[in-house]
């Protein structure tokens, strides 16, 4: 599986886009970018995924380079709600193993 | 539509017990992972099970073992624990892929906070 770096820690002010980045230089042509987060003492939550074209939906949108060598996620308009560790996975859609393989992620706050 | 639920939701055990983790799957999700999530870490699998056959299993000692229930519900055990198996357990449920993989958008449940003393 491809390896993602993602900075540790991020601000953000209330209102304005966050935008989340992830490097994985390693990754296979058959493998999508995955994101999750998880908001401080919860289950994570599926947020997006995206194979080599940009995506969004309710949540966020996901901008991935022409090499595919990184990835950024936006949340357009950054609530206190949205606080919380953001992970970006890289993995083949379906796989018989079924495993997600969680790194550190960044932490995001979002200050008022 | 009720998502993944975990019981219980905390729990203390003293070292050298074991525990007992349930799950419950979203409707009509037939794969069950578990996790294991250390404060200020990232989840670990630890196991996936698909009608009731483990189909993966992470880099976790035998005293970890699960079984998934004919109503795909399933159960984490935990024997002889240790104060480092202090940790939030996660179970997360899929649907399976039209190819018969399975799909990362996974749903995950609230977990079960397991304190060892």
């Known amino acids: 599986d491809a390896k993602t770096t993602q900075p540790p820690s991020m601000d953000c002010a209330e209102g304005r886009a966050a935008n989340l980045p992830c490097n994985h230089s390693?990754?296979?042509?058959?493998?999508?970018v995955y994101w999750y987060r998880q908001i401080h003492s919860q289950g994570p939550q599926y947020i997006i995924h995206?194979?080599?074209n940009n995506e969004t939906n309710e949540m966020a949108s996901l901008i991935i380079t022409e090499d595919r060598k990184s990835s950024t996620l936006i949340l357009p308009h950054a609530t206190l709600r949205d606080t919380a560790v953001y992970y970006c996975?890289?993995?083949?859609?379906?796989?018989?193993?079924?495993?997600?393989?969680f790194g550190q992620g960044t932490e995001l706050s979002v200050k008022p | 539509d009720a998502g993944v639920t975990q019981s219980p939701t905390h729990l203390i055990k003293t070292r050298g017990q074991h525990v007992t983790l349930r799950c419950s799957p979203i409707?009509?999700?037939?794969?069950v992972s578990w996790y294991q999530q250390v404060l200020g870490q990232g989840p670990q699998f630890i196991f996936q099970?698909?009608?009731?056959?483990?189909?993966g299993r992470g880099n976790f000692p035998d005293r970890f073992s699960a079984r998934q229930f004919p109503n795909y519900s399933s159960e984490l055990n935990v024997n002889a624990l240790l104060l480092g198996d202090s940790a939030l357990y996660l179970c997360?449920?899929?649907?399976?892929?039209?190819?018969?993989?399975?799909?990362?958008?996974?749903?995950f449940g609230p977990g079960t906070r397991l304190t060892v003393t």
């Open positions: 997360a449920s899929s649907p399976a892929g039209a190819s018969g993989g399975f799909s990362y958008e996974q749903y």
């Open positions: 390693t990754i296979s042509g058959n493998e999508y």
């Open positions: 995206g194979l080599k």
């Open positions: 996975i890289v993995r083949v859609a379906y796989n018989q193993g079924g495993k997600l393989i």
């Open positions: 409707s009509g999700h037939k794969s």
């Open positions: 099970y698909y009608e009731k056959e483990e189909r």
